[in-house]
């Protein structure tokens, strides 16, 4: 029997993460603060991956992509195609309740300056393995951003030139498992328009034919 993974809520694998924790434990003492778990049914055959929870999202609310505008616009395009109920209000109490997908993060902890080292992504990476060793329904993956393309290619033991990142962009993996990508859906990235509502809706619009075939 494969024993499913999580960091406990002190984890202390990483050092400059925890310092960081800590740190904002005393900042903002009504944060979360501390590794966040994944959201959504564990029988799910969606699941998306981020990088790493936000300082003032997930890492505040415990709950992924929740209270920042990435998760505006995930939260949003999921109920619209299906992979959501309820109403997103910001809140990991909001009621809102994911379907046939689930949402995860590469690093567990908020890290300084959104970006951590790739020790502390190596170090996270075993949960992230158990996460898809509990998932047996799993078909498709979908990647915010490079960075977690990139993380999904290690977690598989694949080289990183092995399939290459692009918007809009899916490969069939050798395991049965469909990888999607899209870039982040960031603040910065719709405000630049490097990533638009309609170009994020797009790689659902692949998402869900792929599921229904």
């Known amino acids: 029997m494969t024993t499913y993974l999580q960091p406990d809520r002190d984890c202390l694998l990483c050092p400059r993460l925890v310092e960081f924790r800590r740190a904002n434990q005393a900042k903002f003492p009504d944060f979360y603060n501390g590794p966040v778990r994944p959201f959504g049914p564990l029988d799910a055959r969606l699941l998306v991956v981020g990088l790493a929870p936000g300082l003032k ?3 505040a609310t415990g709950r992924p992509f929740t209270g920042d ?9 999921l109920k619209k195609f299906g992979f959501a109920t309820g109403t997103y209000a910001k809140r990991p109490d909001d009621g ?3 379907v046939d997908c689930r949402i995860t993060n590469a690093v567990k902890c908020v890290p300084p300056e959104n970006k951590p080292t ?3 992504a190596n170090t996270c990476r075993p949960f992230l393995i158990s996460e ?3 998932m047996k329904n799993l078909s ?4 915010l951003g490079q960075v977690a393309h990139q993380a999904m290619l290690r977690t598989f033991g694949l080289k990183l030139s092995s399939l290459k990142f692009g918007h809009g962009a899916s490969h069939q993996m050798e395991n049965g498992i ?3 990508d899209s870039y982040h859906c960031s603040r910065y990235n719709t405000q630049t328009y490097r990533l638009t509502p309609e170009m994020f809706e797009n790689v ?7 599921l229904d075939r």
């Open 132 to 134: 898809f060793a509990a």
């Open 204 to 210: 659902f619009v692949d998402i869900r034919a792929h």
């Open 96 to 98: 809102l309740e994911l």
């Open 118 to 120: 790739g020790p502390e």
């Open 57 to 59: 999202g997930a890492n």
């Open 69 to 77: 505008y990435a998760g505006d616009l995930l939260y949003g395009t």
């Open 140 to 143: 498709a993956i979908l990647c």
């Open 178 to 180: 469909t990888l999607f």
